[in-house]
């Protein structure tokens, strides 16, 4: 680049040429040529009255040879040249996208030049990319959580080498946790899944008129049938948990874990009920307590989560439920908003044709049956107008149901493919001889992840950063 400089700055001369050097390719370039397209980088160049500001623009600037270095890929240069001569940018189908993508942005170029030939291609290859990039994240979310996960696990398996006996807690450990690990935990997680059934199938028939029976004082009573399968459950489900406390790697965060917690909730009913009975039957005055004992009794339904332990769909529906916060929040302030439209309106139409309508909180009820598609019927609007109404509720009831479901149903699929592959990893382990390395894992595919999710961030910090300077500079 031909500079004359002065005591006030530098001033470019009409007929000046710019000498640039792209990563090794020279080449000379007039600036009445860049000066039709004042927004890009090498034009602004132009306008530069300083060192400094030359050198926020460029990598590097030679003062004896009155050179500008770029460093960037010189093999995609020619198109940016082809660009300042035509005024049309062209995209050959063996570019890679990204890169493309990220080089104009460089140099300035708005995606808006580019030719008509070629933007119907280019945009239908940059929205695959995002969704191959969009998979590739779930899959590396995927990934990272499983390995997270599986270090876990390791470590936890490494503290019985320092305790007594840890060898064989280890596999009495294993046996209880992993399901899958061997004959042995198969048999004892189908037992389990029986006795759970088993609980709850008793708990229902006991419900039921054909099953009741009723003592000397005409009071009902419970199945002595029944009252086996109660204990026997009770009794399992009690060894069970003290079982899996014993051989815990660490007592002291047993418990944080979700499903001993359910283990503990799924026996505490019973134990708190027949504690509240001896203490009613050793104090009338507390009589009143058996109420609460016919509350806990019902919590013995909580019994029917026990069965996450043994399947992975229950588990990845609670690791999606509990990380769709946002999701689940959006579905509720959707149908909130639904609600609250439609019941005003069915009010309207409907306050003086139906008394099931005549309140607004009565409609509340129906626009929340509608929109959720239940359709229960025991409130109808009766006037065409109402039926119009609720038809339109209807159909908005199906839109906001699916909308948010559908990144609720991607997730789940992230997390059951995450949990079979931390199955996988843990039933193809071997302790038999002490742990001597971290399972097998592929490190290369684990360490790309993180770096293409690493630049894509920055990407995006790049392209939503209000500066007209680009990440690349801040880099260089």
Request: charged letters at 20%; proline letters at 3%.
């Amino acid at each position: 680049l031909v500079f004359y400089f002065k005591s006030s700055g530098a001033h470019m001369d009409d007929n000046a040429a710019i000498r640039i050097n792209v990563g090794g390719f020279k080449k000379r370039l007039q600036s009445d040529t860049l000066s039709r397209f004042p927004e890009t980088r090498l034009a602004r160049l132009l306008h530069c009255q300083s060192k400094e500001s030359i050198l926020e623009l460029c990598d590097d600037y030679d003062d004896t040879e009155k050179e500008f270095y770029f460093d960037r890929n010189p093999a995609l240069f020619p198109y940016v040249l082809n660009f300042y001569n035509t005024g049309r940018l062209h995209v050959m189908a063996e570019l890679c996208i990204f890169s493309f993508s990220q080089e104009i942005e460089y140099w300035g170029i708005n995606e808006f030049f580019i030719d008509s030939c070629c933007s119907s291609a280019y945009h239908c290859r940059k929205m695959d990319q995002d969704r191959d990039d969009w998979e590739d994240r779930s899959d590396e979310g995927s990934t990272t959580s499983s390995f997270d996960e599986l270090l876990e696990f390791y470590s936890d398996a490494t503290k019985f080498d320092k305790q007594l006996l840890g060898s064989a807690r280890r596999r009495v450990w294993l046996m209880l946790d992993n399901p899958g690990y061997s004959v042995a935990s198969r048999i004892i997680s189908i037992l389990s899944i029986l006795v759970v059934l088993g609980s709850i199938a008793t708990m229902c028939m006991n419900s039921m008129s054909e099953f009741s029976l009723l003592d000397n004082e005409g009071q009902p009573t419970e199945d002595p049938r029944f009252e086996t399968v109660e204990h026997f459950g009770i009794g399992w489900f009690t060894l069970e948990l003290l079982a899996r406390f014993t051989v815990a790697p660490d007592l002291l965060h047993f418990f944080e874990h979700p499903l001993n917690m359910i283990d503990l909730v799924s026996i505490l009913p019973f134990y708190l009920t027949l504690l509240i009975n001896l203490v009613a039957e050793s104090s009338p005055t507390l009589a009143n307590l058996g109420r609460v004992a016919q509350v806990l009794r019902l919590m013995r339904i909580f019994r029917i989560l026990k069965l996450a332990r043994h399947s992975t769909g229950l588990r990845s529906l609670g690791a999606t439920l509990r990380n769709s916060y946002k999701e689940v929040g959006l579905l509720l302030l959707y149908l909130a908003v639904g609600v609250s439209f439609f019941s005003v309106m069915a009010y309207t139409v409907e306050k003086e044709d139906s008394e099931d309508l005549s309140t607004i909180p009565s409609c509340w009820w129906w626009a929340t049956v509608s929109m959720t598609t239940v359709g229960y019927g025991d409130v109808v609007p009766v006037s065409i107008a109402g039926k119009l109404t609720a038809s339109a509720c209807i159909l908005a009831g199906i839109l906001v149901v699916v909308l948010p479901i559908t990144l609720i149903f991607n997730k789940f699929s992230l997390f059951y493919k995450r949990q079979k592959q931390l199955e996988v990893a843990m039933r193809s382990c071997d302790f038999d001889e002490g742990i001597k390395e971290v399972p097998s894992v592929n490190l290369r595919n684990y360490y790309a992840h993180k770096v293409k999710s690493l630049m894509a961030s920055l990407s995006n910090m790049s392209r939503s950063s209000p500066s007209e300077h680009s990440l690349n500079e801040s880099i260089h």
